[in-house]
């Protein structure tokens, strides 16, 4: 539609999606609602993603945010769907990304008047986003908008709520508006900023002179696309690991990356005997890394008498946990003014090192691989997961695209993938670690890339979440791929309640599903796998398909990942 035609009888609607389109739109996540601005949306080049539930769609935009860095925009109506995107965007908020959710409200004369699904939208939405407004003046959409998106990216990024009383969308536009709005806001980080260049020099000095230095990368190194400076930071002689959502930052095929770090170090973990090289660190750079329970395992593997240098856009992060060294800024920035400071100082002690810390990795890691060897390479039946793992791990390629649902799934994943090139994405919902947003993870990671393999690991529990998603996936042609570990159990629940109490409770175990029926019945493909022999076959077929594959892989429920926790506790080996 030519732009004459659009201002001469646009209404609120028009520009919405007019804004939308101005910061690189392109896809929204939604369902029908707000119907005036679907109707409209495809002038501006915005086409739908139809997603089947709320939640499943919140969880798609924040894939979607994750893999193409740009912001992701979902919608829902007002009252129930509302409510049904909280669980979404409460995950984006604690993984720091970028959503904008356009809400649906209640025609503003009916407001407070007990309307049709009328609810408390800015007390729904408080704890589960940064920023939740209401626009009520169809003058003020492009400003209520641009805030959205504002807030969305800059600093620490995460979830804006915009909600919109249907009204305001109809609402024609009666020309005197003009809008001087410009900016293109839909990327990010929005505000890149570098830390204090002194304090950049202190960090590097510490760091030139640390006898055992260790970086430990988190997700806001992907947030900040800094690959590039990570790997020429590790280039300089410094060992790297990373956290669950860090990983795919670095290459963990170089002699001085670690891997993941964290609560699953156990006997069996691929760094699992690394554990001592966190431990006897005397200076630990940590980026875009909150310092969480999962990441620090319960704050007991970070060493207390480290000196810390934390980098990261949100100054409340930095020292929450481990005092340090501030560097507040973007991680990129941030990384590469270390590692120009760094090519000022006399390196000569890392240089030393080098080699004994490159062997320290390489023998850790071999004793780590001889104790997973046995399950990794095992043809036992049913199937042990590590074995799963291994095949996805062989058909990848550093554009591959690896999802994994909550539970045990996320475990298995970070600990059996090997990252082959920094900036090789694994995704995971390690904000919250909410069940069933694996398969829209992979959805969302799809939409983004979708030239890209997605493989997407999740546990028999979480699928039930959203297994209506495969239609979403036939209908919007999302197709991927979804490995199931049928264990007919909740299975981390049910270990960790045998770990802690030496009983379970009642309702952990499954009656028997077919996974690949359900994939069939929605018109799509479905195989299971009962035999590790079959595996390979089935991932390469589902790989080549161009419909959803789902393989359900019938798992041992007595298989559970190295989390320490579970270390030495006899009643999980039943
Ligand atoms: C939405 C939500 N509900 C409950 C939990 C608690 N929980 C964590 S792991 C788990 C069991 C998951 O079982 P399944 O998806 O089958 O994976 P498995 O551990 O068996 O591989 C449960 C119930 C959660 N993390 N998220
Ligand atoms: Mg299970």
């Known amino acids: 539609m030519l732009d004459v035609q659009r201002r001469s009888n646009r209404t609120g609607a028009h520009i919405l999606a007019g804004a939308l389109q101005r910061h690189g739109v392109t896809r929204v996540f939604g369902q029908s609602i707000p119907s005036a601005f679907f109707l409209a949306a495809p002038d501006y080049g915005i086409t739908q993603v139809g997603y089947r539930t709320e939640n499943a769609g919140a969880a798609m935009a924040d894939a979607y945010a994750r893999v193409s860095g740009q912001v992701a925009v979902v919608t829902a109506q007002n009252g129930p769907a509302a409510t049904l995107l909280v669980p979404g965007l409460a995950e984006a908020l604690k993984a720091s990304i970028p959503v904008v959710a356009i809400v649906q409200d209640v025609h503003r004369q009916f407001t407070d008047k007990n309307a049709f699904q009328e609810l408390d939208h800015l007390a729904l939405f408080d704890g589960a986003a940064k920023w939740v407004r209401r626009v009520s003046e169809i003058s003020r959409i492009e400003d209520y908008v641009d805030m959205a998106f504002t807030v969305a990216t800059t600093g620490r990024a995460g979830p804006a709520v915009l909600l919109v009383p249907l009204d305001v969308l109809d609402e024609l536009d009666d020309g005197a508006l003009k809008t001087a709005r410009q900016a293109s806001l839909g990327h990010y980080p929005l505000d890149p900023v570098a830390p204090d260049p002194a304090r950049v020099s202190e960090a590097a000095a510490l760091l030139a002179s640390a006898r055992h230095p260790l970086v430990i990368a988190g997700g806001g190194v992907h947030s900040a696309r800094g690959y590039e400076a990570l790997s020429a930071l590790q280039a300089l002689g410094f060992p790297v690991a990373t956290t669950v959502m860090g990983k795919g930052a670095i290459d963990e095929t170089n002699p001085l990356s670690l891997g993941v770090v964290g609560y699953f170090m156990g006997p069996g973990a691929r760094a699992g005997q690394l554990a001592p090289m966190v431990q ?22 970070y060493p207390k008498d480290a000196r810390y240098i934390q980098i990261d856009i949100d100054g409340t992060e930095v020292g929450r946990n481990y005092e340090a060294l501030r560097l507040v800024g973007d991680a990129r920035l941030g990384l590469e003014a270390l590692v120009a400071a760094l090519k000022l100082q006399d390196l000569s002690v890392r240089e030393a090192q080098r080699p004994a810390t490159e062997t320290r990795i390489r023998d850790g890691l071999k004793d780590g691989a001889k104790l997973r060897e046995t399950k990794a390479g095992s043809d036992a039946t049913p199937l042990r997961p590590e074995r799963i793992v291994a095949e996805i791990d062989r058909l990848l390629t550093p554009d591959s695209i690896v999802v994994a649902d909550a539970s045990y799934s996320s475990i298995w994943v970070a600990d059996g993938v090997t990252i082959r090139s920094g900036g090789q994405r694994v995704i995971t919902p390690r904000g919250l670690a909410g069940l069933g947003w694996g398969l829209p993870f992979a959805l969302g990671a799809k939409a983004a890339r979708p030239q890209s393999p997605v493989i997407c690991l999740t546990g028999d529990g979480g699928f039930a979440h959203v297994w209506a998603e495969i239609e979403t996936s036939r209908r919007m042609n999302l197709p991927v791929v979804v490995v199931v570990l049928n264990n007919q159990i909740l299975g981390y629940q049910k270990h960790a309640e045998l770990s802690l109490f030496g009983a379970y409770t009642d309702v952990v175990h499954f009656q ?15 195989m299971r796998v009962e035999r590790a022999d079959q595996l390979a076959a089935a991932l390469e077929t589902a790989l080549r398909s161009n419909v959803l594959t789902v393989i359900d892989v019938v798992t041992d429920e007595r298989a559970y990942p190295p989390v320490t926790s579970f270390t030495g506790k006899q009643a999980l080996d039943y």
């Open 280 to 301: 006897d660190a005397d200076v630990i750079l940590l980026v875009g890394n909150r310092t969480n329970q999962n990441g620090t395992d319960s704050w007991q593997l």
């Open 512 to 526: 028997p599903v077919d996974h690949a029926a359900i994939a069939q019945a929605c018109g799509v493909n479905g």
